[in-house]
């Protein structure tokens, strides 16, 4: 491609981009976590802890975002957490080792309640969200490249699921 057309298709890619990301920023999802410090596994150390509830919160605005219409709100309170795998205490203590067993599949204990533009709720529940196959799916995570990604899979599943609605 002429570098010239590239100059002129860079504009019409990155508004494109924009236009995308607005539509998924407009979405109002609101995570709250409940007595984290309870949580069954979220990271033996403080700093982990706050690692992974904050990729937690990521992983459930940008799962459930796909399924809220700009005029509705999604609240989500979590409740439990238990992350993919065991850490294994027998390691150094300076490195948290987590090991993924078939018998250690992730679950989000999780409260939802989707409003809509009049004040209508459209669906809302409380769920224990897990993935019992979730080293089915390890070859599609560890490609991912990123932190608690078993977490993020199960929630868009999830979300897919019991969130998003056929077109009309």
Do not use: K
């Amino acid at each position: 491609m002429p570098m010239n057309a590239e100059r002129r298709l860079l504009p019409m890619m990155l508004a494109g981009l924009l236009s995308c990301a607005a539509g998924i920023a407009s979405a109002e999802v609101t995570v709250r976590f409940v007595d984290a410090e309870r949580y069954a596994d979220v990271g033996a150390s403080d700093a982990e802890r706050g690692r992974n509830l904050t990729v937690l919160e990521r992983h459930l605005r940008m799962a459930m975002a796909q399924c809220v219409a700009e005029d509705e709100r999604l609240t989500v309170t979590v409740r439990e957490v238990d992350l993919a795998g065991d850490i294994d205490w027998s390691r150094s203590s300076a490195v948290e080792l987590r090991v993924l067993r078939e018998v250690s599949w992730p679950r989000i204990e999780l409260e939802y309640a989707l409003i809509d533009a009049g004040g209508q709720t459209v669906v809302q529940g409380r769920e224990q969200v897990s993935d019992m196959n979730y080293l089915a799916h390890s070859a599609r995570a560890r490609s991912a490249r990123e932190t608690l990604p078993y977490e993020r899979l199960m929630l868009e599943n999830w979300a897919a699921s019991r969130l998003c609605r056929p077109p009309r």
